[in-house]
């Protein structure tokens, strides 16, 4: 234990516990990652609170408006929700050491350092090749609004998944304004969470899932299930998402371990085994994974995320209906 | 014996002449209304209130309501509320009369198992029998769809749930069980000479079905019908689990719309009172209706009873009762069952696709399952112990008439059985989430919710209970020197002690599973076993979800079995 | 000092007054039932003494301590009274035995001296071999008696019973009539009884309190009841009788022109005059298919035979004295059968004749 990590631990010990919105990685994961803190740092206990990160972010709305501290450590795959607690003030600010052990791109999220990035998801296409060979699936982002794909599609939800909201918003800009209403002419299958196009396409119920995370669909095809990825041709969305400690947080030593966690080594060793990026340049990236630097990376920045998501949401629940 | 009396040794007796003008049980009666101002009139209130203010500000506006009616999409929802709740309901009908007339009137076979589906379709939760139909028909995977492409060839889907029907047909499938509750109970009060009145005159066995025995339980049908419809405009799981997909948004996820940042429960609670409205409404047509008529239900005067002899058509309603199993609680449970111990229940049934590792995973290594699971159980416990307490006290001034206004008790106490539940939720989190009392998230405030949303339920068995026992069994204990709490808690208390435990465990199960009321209320250590079953399902993980489902129906199972063994049988299906 | 008193004993709800300024007093030791038909207000009267009903006005004093008044009561459970109920209220969860020791238990009487009393009770009341019965095992005469034991044991100050037989068959009522007396006789515990059958309030009371529409009429013996009614209502209800109008004539009763004698006018008050009503009963009348030899004291009229009825235990005719419209029920034995019309003299007792105003 490094004498910064120890410091923290025994001022964590005294609260005994952390409570963790989690949003950016699957329930699985969630689970492993809370149970690893755990084992990591005895008489710390971590909550793990897994949803999406619209829900995620409902909750500890409805904790300010209650004026009730619940959340230490708030971890949304909608970078936009950081911009918008920095900046009412509900952020406290701390810098991991372990962040400048990190990739490069991931070492800064915020200047001030309000908030700091612990996951990395990327969101891609993929597609059961039962039902579609390689050879007839979607190459592009562009080909899933071609109308041979109607009721074939899977995808999430922005009201819910923060990485949907994100991916919608970088499809706006590529394909205008009217993507969502040409998306909606194929009639895809809406799910909640932006895992639930794998379990549809897992299920035979929709054929190729749009916008899935690569983590996820690698898992369900590690487990024999018939799935592959899609690189799109343009690039794949890349969700660099923050974490930040809450200023009103119950258990703040606590969530300062914790921060430290997860930007630290353990943290992506224990992530890689479940598909997700390694976030640090000392653990090797997961298996079945193009190198990062050999894909192209798109992604709107936090400030539009700020700005686009809400707006975004709206868009969609008038051309969905929900 | 001698002629001398024991006065003297009569507590307080010394001094008969000390007359009284304050009983101190004046002081519980204070405490109870006060208890159901907080659980059943401030919530209602407050809602009331703040629709009408202006969020941080406080200053009195309309603006909540043109905001909340301001968008077709928000009127959509209404009124998709509102066709999905008269469908539902008119679905469960249609299910439960034939059952119910069968139960009780004829010599179908099976009552037993009959009697047996109606229980198991009622302590199924909704939103688990809208994941098991999601695997059953969905269009493409569901097990339904598969065997019928691969026996006809077809290519388009024999069922699809997630369409509006769909959704209307699973929810109807586990509110069923009220309508025949209620139908089956008036059935049971009609005296066979009605039917032979009808018969001497020349009418046959299904004339006199239609034109006299079930005209005469109308009010329990249409009773029925209009509390499946409040129940399913409440309904918070199934519209999310099938009606996303489905793309149709009722009230109850627009409101949770509401719910998101900025969370808007000013709009939220304007969005919710016209329901009230609805619900008055709906009253006032029922009153109506049954205005004029007289009916037996109402009277409960029986007579001698016969069974209908059916002949052949008998094995007919008994297909019907065995078609109602198989799609309320067979192929739903076959299918979760067998999700929970898949790998990938998409694979289907084989060996290498089982596993412990849905359970193990839930037991073991989530943080928070077991956890959901204790708070599950104790917050059911003690919600239900409250409501008992409570109705039983408020039911017994009521109707031992013991004080001025105690119908307006009573009719506190029975106001959160027409008041949709997800309703009473918002109240209770505009009254007491936020400051000054800031209960968001506390499980003091979920335990409330519960006790008052079932507080109806022990109200009506309590009052059943209370009127069966004869106010002089008490004043025979008074008379002899003990005072009111004391003859309470010594003779009727102990002769109430099987319905109100019936009470109890009822209050219990639907607590266990009630997730509307909940899903607004709930902070990350307080999350019941509904709240993280519908976390769950946001990734469509539908093995995990089932493992869950199958714990919590152990759960219930368990406290059936034990209500069974101390109450009787058929203590869950009793109209009291 | 009387046992019981009741001064202006009032209960009003609203302005429907159910009980209306009653007094009544209880000497110790005596039996007393309040009669009357439904709703006249007895079985009120009866719980406002046991504590249950709150009084409008007026007080209750036992032993001359006051334990109700307006607005300020003595709680039921303080009055050291016991009361048996209509629906006997045995508590069907505890035994017989428990039931019949749980006013003792309150009482915080040594374990041993309750088990005694219990024993001796239930020995008196014949069910000392039935005391580990529960009452759901027992019949309801058994019951009745379960009744009678958990109220005496205790030593009431007062025993109150309302309408306690009411529930039982025509035979066992008859039987346990006797039984409530011999009760009192045996332990002299001040009782009020409230019931709607005389014939019950008749074998058992001392006194009889007859009520109507909230108000005593007459409170006397059972049999002055009967032969000096003092109201019409107490001469209609208990007992048929003839209510006939008559007139004081120079201190005597004239009745249809017929003067009834000195020996009916013994109970004209002095100075009356003019117009009275006067009950007469149909046992106070014998009718004879011929004339009786004169000089017997009695009062004789040539009749007819109107009506008759046969009542098993006797005839009931209707007759109707020659030059008269009067219509009098007379009683006969059964073997003195009269056909309609027969012509009859019709001897009146004139020591039972009754002015009731």
């Not at chain 1, 690698?218 to 690189?231: D, H, M, T, V």
């Not at chain 2, 699809?160 to 029907?165: A, D, L």
């Not at chain 2, 799609?327 to 299918?335: A, I, Q, R």
């Not at chain 3, 002055?224 to 006939?244: E, K």
């Amino acid at each position: 234990m490094e004498p910064h990590e120890r410091d923290l631990y025994e001022a964590a010990r005294r609260e005994g516990q952390v409570t963790w919105y989690s949003a950016q990685y699957s329930a699985d994961t969630s689970e492993a990652i809370g149970r690893a803190f755990t084992e990591r740092y005895p008489g710390v206990r971590c909550s793990v609170v897994r949803s999406t990160s619209q829900v995620a972010f409902q909750r500890l709305s409805q904790d300010q408006r209650a004026g009730v501290a619940q959340c230490d450590v708030f971890a949304s795959s909608n970078g936009g929700h950081y911009i918008q607690l920095k900046r009412q003030n509900r952020l406290t600010q701390f810098r991991p050491v372990n962040a400048d052990g990190m990739l490069p791109m991931l070492r800064t999220a915020d200047p001030d350092n309000y908030f700091q990035y612990s996951s990395l998801g990327i969101y891609l296409l993929g597609h059961n090749t039962n039902m579609v060979s390689d050879a007839e699936a979607p190459k592009s982002w562009a080909d899933v609004l071609d109308p041979k794909w109607k009721d074939k599609l899977a995808v999430g939800h922005p009201g819910f998944s923060g990485a949907i909201g994100i991916w919608a918003l970088q499809m706006r800009s590529m394909f205008g304004p009217d993507f969502l209403r040409r998306f909606e002419r194929n009639k895809p299958q809406v799910g909640r969470s932006s895992i639930d196009p794998v379990t549809m396409m897992t299920a035979g119920e929709r054929a190729v899932g749009v916008a899935v995370p690569s983590a996820s669909t690698l898992f369900a095809a590690s487990r024999g299930n018939p799935l592959k990825l899609i690189y799109p041709t343009e690039g794949v969305v890349a969700v660099p998402a923050p974490s930040a400690i809450m200023s009103n947080a119950p258990n703040p030593n606590a969530a300062k371990l914790f921060m430290e966690f997860n930007t630290g080594p353990a943290l992506s060793r224990i992530t890689r085994t479940m598909f997700s990026e390694s976030l640090r340049p000392d653990v090797p990236p997961p298996e079945g994974c193009r190198p990062l630097d050999q894909v192209t990376l798109l992604s709107p920045s936090l400030e539009d995320a700020d700005r686009g998501v809400p707006e975004l949401r709206e868009q969609w629940r008038d051309i969905f209906g929900v | 014996m001698s002629a001398s009396t024991d006065t003297a040794t009569l507590a307080g007796s010394q001094r008969p002449s000390r007359l009284r003008l304050l009983e101190p049980i004046t002081i519980l009666w204070v405490a109870l209304i006060a208890a159901l101002l907080v659980l059943v009139a401030l919530p209602l209130l407050k809602m009331f209130v703040i629709s009408f203010e202006e969020q941080d500000t406080g200053v009195f506006t309309i603006q909540n309501y043109l905001t909340a009616y301001g968008r077709q999409r928000y009127l959509d929802a209404v009124r998709n509320s509102l066709l999905l709740g008269t469908l539902s309901a008119a679905i469960s009908v249609v299910l439960a009369v034939p059952m119910a007339w069968a139960v009780s009137r004829t010599d179908m076979p099976g009552k037993g198992f009959t009697w047996a589906i109606v229980l198991a379709a009622f302590i199924m939760p909704p939103y688990l029998g809208a994941i098991g139909w999601v695997l059953l028909a969905g269009p493409n995977s569901g097990w339904i769809n598969v065997v019928w492409r691969s026996l006809t060839g077809a290519t388009d889907p024999l069922v699809n749930v997630y369409t509006f029907t769909g959704m209307a047909f699973v929810i109807a499938l586990h509110s069923f069980p009220l309508v025949f509750i209620f139908v089956k109970s008036a059935l049971d009060l009609i005296s066979s000479e009605m039917e032979d009145a009808a018969n001497i005159l020349g009418g046959g066995t299904w004339v006199t079905m239609r034109k006299v025995t079930l005209p005469l339980v109308w009010p329990s049908i249409l009773g029925g019908f209009i509390l499946i419809f409040l129940e399913t405009i409440a309904l918070f799981g199934t519209p999310a689990i099938i009606g996303i997909p489905a793309r149709i948004n009722v009230v109850t996820t627009q409101l949770w719309q509401f719910f998101e940042d900025p969370v808007r429960v000013e709009v939220a609670s304007a969005f919710a009172m016209p329901l009230l409205l609805v619900t008055i409404g709906l009253i006032a047509v029922q009153k109506l209706l049954l205005a004029r008529k007289g009916f037996v239900s109402q009277t409960g005067k029986g007579g001698e009873r016969r069974q209908v002899k059916l002949g052949p058509w008998r094995w007919v309603l008994f297909g019907w009762c065995v078609l109602v199993a198989l799609l309320s609680v067979v192929k739903p449970l076959m299918v979760l069952l067998q999700a929970s111990f898949a790998k990938a229940w998409g694979r289907g049934f084989s060996f290498d696709n089982l596993t412990l590792r849905n359970y193990q995973f839930l037991l073991f290594e989530h943080d928070m399952a077991p956890q959901a699971v204790w708070n599950t159980v104790w917050f059911s416990a003690t919600s239900a112990t409250i409501a008992v307490v409570l109705a039983l006290l408020v039911a017994y001034i009521v109707v031992r008439r013991l004080i001025r206004f105690a119908d307006a008790l009573g009719f506190l106490a029975m106001a959160p059985f027409v008041i949709p539940g997800i309703v009473m939720a918002i109240g209770f989190y505009a009254a007491y989430a936020g400051p000054p009392l800031s209960l968001y998230g506390s499980a003091l405030l979920i335990i409330l919710a519960f006790a008052s949303r079932f507080l109806p339920i022990a109200y009506a068995s309590s009052q059943a209970a209370i009127r069966a026992v004869h106010p002089e069994m008490e004043e025979a204990a008074r008379i002899l020197g003990s005072g009111r709490l004391h003859a309470i808690r010594k003779v009727t208390a102990p002769l109430l002690k099987t319905s109100l435990l019936g009470g109890w465990l009822v209050v219990f199960i639907v607590a266990s599973r009630e997730l509307s009321a909940a899903i607004f209320l709930v902070g990350p250590r307080t999350r019941t076993m509904s709240v993280l079953l519908y976390d769950l399902t946001e990734q469509g993980n539908f093995e995990v979800v089932s493992a869950f489902g199958g714990i919590l129906l152990v759960i219930t199972m368990a406290i059936v079995g034990i209500g069974m063994k101390l109450v009787g049988r058929d203590f869950m299906l009793r109209r009291e | 000092m009387p046992r019981l008193t009741l001064t202006g004993l009032t209960k009003a709800y609203g302005k429907l007054t159910v009980v209306d300024k009653v007094n009544l007093t209880l000497e110790e030791g005596e039996f007393v039932s309040l009669l009357g038909p439904s709703g006249c207000g007895k079985t009120t009267t009866l719980r406002m003494i046991a504590g249950f009903v709150d009084p409008t006005g007026g007080s209750i004093s036992v032993d001359g301590k006051v334990l109700s008044a307006p607005g300020a009561v003595v709680p039921p459970e303080r009055r050291g009274m016991s009361m048996i109920f209509q629906s006997y209220a045995i508590w069907p969860n505890m035994t017989v035995e428990q039931n019949v020791a749980f006013g003792l238990n309150l009482r915080k009487l040594p374990a041993a001296e309750v088990k005694q009393r219990v024993g001796e009770i239930l020995e008196v009341v014949k069910l000392n071999t039935l005391a580990h019965r529960y009452p759901a095992e027992l019949s309801g005469g058994q019951q009745q008696r379960v009744a009678l034991a958990r109220a005496i044991v205790v030593k009431p100050s007062v025993l109150l019973l309302d309408e306690p037989l009411s529930n039982l068959d025509a035979n066992l009522r008859e039987e346990m009539r006797f039984e409530i007396r011999r009760l009192h006789d045996e332990f002299r515990i001040t009782t009020v009884y409230v019931t709607h059958d005389q014939g019950e309030a008749m074998a058992t009371s001392d006194r009889i309190a007859v009520m109507n529409a909230g108000r005593i009429e007459q409170v006397d013996a059972p049999h002055l009841l009967y032969t000096r009614p003092r109201t019409r209502f107490v001469a209609g209800f208990v007992g048929r009788t003839n209510l006939l109008d008559a007139a004081v004539e120079g201190g005597q009763l004239v009745l249809g022109g017929i003067s009834l004698g000195p020996a009916a006018s013994a109970g004209v008050a002095e100075g009356t005059a003019g117009n009275v009503l006067i009950s007469l009963r149909p046992q106070a009348m014998t009718v004879l298919t011929a004339p009786p030899p004169a000089g017997d004291g009695g009062l004789v009229l040539p009749a007819a035979v109107k009506e008759r009825t046969y009542l098993g235990e006797a005839w009931d005719y209707v007759v109707e004295p020659q030059g008269t419209n009067l219509r009098l029920r007379a009683a006969a034995p059964p073997l003195e059968a009269y056909d309609v019309g027969t012509p009859v003299w019709l001897r009146v007792d004139p020591r039972q004749v009754a002015v009731v105003a």
